[in-house]
């Protein structure tokens, strides 16, 4: 069975620090990740994706994200953070067996507070 | 923002209520997913349409159902309401079915049932 696992609730970091935020993945096959960013009251906004090649993925505002298929681990990280990053952040999984969109998983996700 | 519109923004009904949101997808999109997002939670999967027809359904029962117009443009219907229901419904367009499309989301319906 596919689960993806966002082990913070929250995670706090000071303007300028580098920020990391977690997620491990569970499935058979190949996996596919994606991390989403959702502001209040907005639905989710797509950061980034995982399908296949080099192992850090590059998204958009900044952020990055290793696959680590060893520790099956996605996650996701800025070298300097900004306030306007507090959010609410998701890690999302999909098996590539599957085609079809119902096998998306999302986690259970992570708030970002990035102080001044 | 994204060009995915959904109404009404909020709603509430009552137990045993039906209710119908509405999404319209971004131009050029032939691919509607719907979610379900419960307070604190991630989203899950209701189900996804893609040129009219279902393709690929969640973990929800029957009393969920959709459609998909030529436009493009969906409805999520949901009967006999029951309290769990009560959550963020967002909608999503993508340019093709499956998710290594990029889907972008509306900012969502809160129902809340009482």
């Known amino acids: 069975a596919q689960s993806v696992a966002q082990p913070e609730d929250q995670v706090n970091v000071a303007e300028g620090n580098p920020l990391t935020v977690k997620c491990t993945y569970s499935?058979?096959?190949?996996?596919?990740l994606f991390w989403y960013v959702q502001y209040p009251n907005r639905g989710l906004q797509f950061l980034l994706k995982?399908?296949?090649?080099?192992?850090l993925v590059k998204g958009s505002y900044g952020f990055e994200a290793e696959f680590n298929k060893s520790q099956t681990s996605f996650h996701l990280k800025k070298p300097s953070a900004l306030v306007s990053d507090s959010a609410l952040y998701f890690c999302a999984v999909r098996d590539s067996r599957y085609s079809s969109a119902s096998k998306i998983i999302f986690g259970s996700g992570t708030r970002l507070s990035i102080r001044p | 923002e994204t060009g995915v519109t959904q109404s009404p923004t909020h709603l509430i009904k009552t137990r045993g209520q039906q209710v119908t949101l509405r999404c319209s997808s971004q131009s050029g999109h032939n691919t509607v997913s719907w979610y379900q997002q419960a307070l604190g939670q991630g989203p899950q999967f209701i189900f996804q349409y893609y040129r009219e027809e279902e393709n690929g359904r969640g973990n929800f029962p029957p009393r969920f159902s959709g459609l998909q117009f030529p436009n493009y443009s969906s409805e999520l219907n949901v009967n006999a309401l029951e309290l769990d229901d009560s959550a963020l419904y967002l909608c999503?367009?993508?340019?093709?079915?499956?998710?290594?499309?990029?889907?972008?989301f509306g900012p969502g319906t809160r129902l809340t049932v009482t």
């Open positions: 999503a367009s993508s340019q093709g079915q499956g998710t290594l499309y990029e889907q972008y």
């Open positions: 499935v058979s096959g190949n996996p596919y």
């Open positions: 995982y399908i296949t090649g080099d192992n």
